[in-house]
Structure formats: C-alpha cells, structure tokens
C-alpha cells in the first residue's frame, strides 16, 4: 500500500529525479545523513556554507548553475556581433542608447573638470587636430555604425602636459593634450594617435567591458550563496584575468587603427612611428615585468609597436 505520509522528503525529491543526488553511486554532496559528504576534502567542507546541507538547496543550486550555463551558452553562441576590420567576435550586450548616453556623461565630467585648461576653438592647435580627426572619420565613415557621424564629432585639447588622448566614441569627443601635441612628430603620427582611441569606440570596447564585468556576477552571487567567503579567491584571479582582455583591446584598437589610417590616406607605419615617439617619452616604460604580466590594463609601448609592425606586414605586404 503506498503511503505518502510515510514518504521522506529526499524520497519525495527522488519522485522528480533530483533524489538521484544522493541515492546514486554518483552523489556529487550526501552522506546517508544528507549531511555534506566527509569524503569531500576537509578545506571544500570548511568553505561551504550550511545552507548546501540541506537536499532542496542543493538540488536548487543544481538548477542554477544549470540556468545560468544555458543562457551564457546561449548569449555566446547566438548573441555576438562582429568587431568591424578584425571581424572578432564580441559580447556587447549594453544597448546603443545607453552606451551613448554614459559615454555622454562621461565625457560631459572630463570636460567640466578641465574646463580651464582647455583650448579655445580658434586656436591652431585645435584646428589641427580636428582637422587630422574629421579627415579620419569622413574616410571611415562607413565603419562608424552605431556612433556619430563624422559632423557630430567634437575635438578639444586641454593644456596638459603629459602625453594624452582620449576618445568617447559613442559621444563623439576626442580630447588631446599640449603634451601630445607638441612632441609628437608628423601629422601622420597624430592621425596614428587619434586612429587609435576612434578605433576603441568603434569596436565599443567599453561596453564590452561592461558587459564582461556584469556576467561575472551571477556566478559570483551563486559562489556567495554556497560558499563561505574563501570562494572569493578564484573570483580575484577571474578579475585578473579581465586585465589581459583590455591589454587585448588596446591590440585590436591598434591593429584596427592601421586600416583608418589607411582609409584616410595616411601611412599605418606612422602607428609605430608614433608608439616609438610615445615611448621614448617613457609613457608605459616604467612597468616592470610583473605588471605588465599581471596587473596593468595597457601592454608596453614595445610589446604594442612589435604587434603593429608585424600587423602591418600581414595587412599591407606591398607596403614599403
Ligand atoms: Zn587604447
């Protein structure tokens, strides 16, 4: 005679197939307690919280993981768009509206913070510069999907003197330095420079990053509700393991820049040329090997330069 009340609750879970968990020979948690098993490492006991005790959680748990694999398989395999020129795939899930509005906001706080340092419209220097910009943009104009169109954009150079440049691409800003300016040797080679950061917003490296930062929370959340607290510790590692991406991107943005440079009739060799320039300036020079290793988000110049001129015999065999 069947008896539903005398029926326990891990026989109940057996019902649906989840009591498989602990009556097969394969049981990934119980003892016959339910209890974690004592056959796990002690160290994997001590990290586990008590809540993975009990049958449902675990069972619970399973099904998370499970969910969560399934829509990251599925974002991987059907929700990657192309980087223009590299034809990388990449996982940008940050709509264009928002991305244009942060990079809005963004560039907005740059230039109120340095508002006094930054150059009249009129000035030479300024011309220069959007001059060398909008030549780069009216030439790519066809890779610029998803940012401002060449009219849009806004050049400004601030008297800094450190080596600087930087671009919010979905806002359609490049700010420049004096410092820059002023050391840097051809106007090819400051095409080079401004190449590099339009590249970043065309391939939408931030929002990549940004999306990339976000999908490390499920599983962290996941991590923080079975585990006690040591679980953090692969979880570093993973977040180091985001500085060699944007030592990556800054690769992409370079190679990508030797094809505007191209676009717009300048040489791709003025990209090593002005790495070379940049430094001997000393700017990334001062990281010792370790950081550039481990912990620093850009690659040395050197590193960059001998990628640039190895990317430029592929892309440009004929080029003297
Ligand atoms: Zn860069």
């Known amino acids: 005679m069947f008896k539903l009340h005398n029926v326990s609750r891990l026989q109940t879970l057996s019902r649906f197939?989840?009591?498989?968990?602990?009556?097969?020979?394969?049981?990934?948690?119980?003892?016959?307690?339910?209890d974690i098993s004592d056959k796990w490492p002690k160290w994997l006991q001590l990290m586990t919280r008590n809540s993975l005790k009990n049958p449902y959680d675990r069972a619970r748990v399973m099904v998370m993981i499970g969910v969560t694999t399934a829509v990251y398989s599925g974002l991987y395999l059907f929700a990657r768009s192309e980087v223009p020129i590299t034809q990388r795939k990449q996982l940008d899930l940050v709509p264009c509206s928002v991305e244009r509005k942060m990079a809005l906001r963004e560039g907005e706080k740059l230039l109120q913070q340095h508002h006094h340092l930054l150059l009249a419209s009129n000035e030479g220097v300024v011309k220069k510069v959007k001059e060398v910009g909008m030549r780069l943009l009216a030439k790519n104009a066809q890779l610029l999907k998803d940012i401002p169109a060449p009219e849009e954009w806004k050049f400004h150079v601030m008297n800094e003197d450190g080596p600087t440049a930087v671009a919010f691409g979905s806002a359609?800003?490049?700010?420049?330095?004096?410092?820059?300016?002023?050391?840097?040797?051809?106007?090819?080679?400051?095409?080079?420079?401004?190449?590099h950061e339009i590249a970043h917003g065309i391939a939408h490296?931030?929002?990549?990053?940004?999306?990339?930062?976000?999908?490390?929370?499920?599983?962290?959340?996941?991590a923080g509700y079975c585990f006690h607290a040591a679980i953090a510790i692969p979880y570093l590692l993973l977040f180091g393991a985001m500085m060699p991406r944007a030592r990556a991107m800054e690769h992409e943005a370079d190679v990508m820049s030797l094809k505007l440079l191209h676009n717009a009739g300048y040489s791709p060799k003025s990209a090593a040329d002005a790495l070379l320039t940049l430094g001997s300036l000393g700017t990334n020079a001062h990281m010792s090997n370790f950081k550039r290793a481990s912990l620093a988000t850009h690659p040395t110049n050197i590193e960059r330069r001998e990628r640039v001129e190895a990317a430029i015999k592929t892309m440009f065999p004929h080029a003297s």
């Open 17 to 34: 197939g989840l009591g498989s968990l602990r009556s097969s020979p394969r049981r990934w948690f119980a003892n016959s307690n339910g």
């Open 172 to 195: 359609g800003l490049c700010i420049v330095s004096t410092g820059l300016f002023y050391r840097i040797q051809t106007e090819d080679q400051l095409a080079a420079v401004l190449a």
């Open 205 to 222: 490296h931030a929002c990549e990053r940004v999306t990339e930062f976000g999908l490390y929370i499920p599983p962290l959340l996941l």
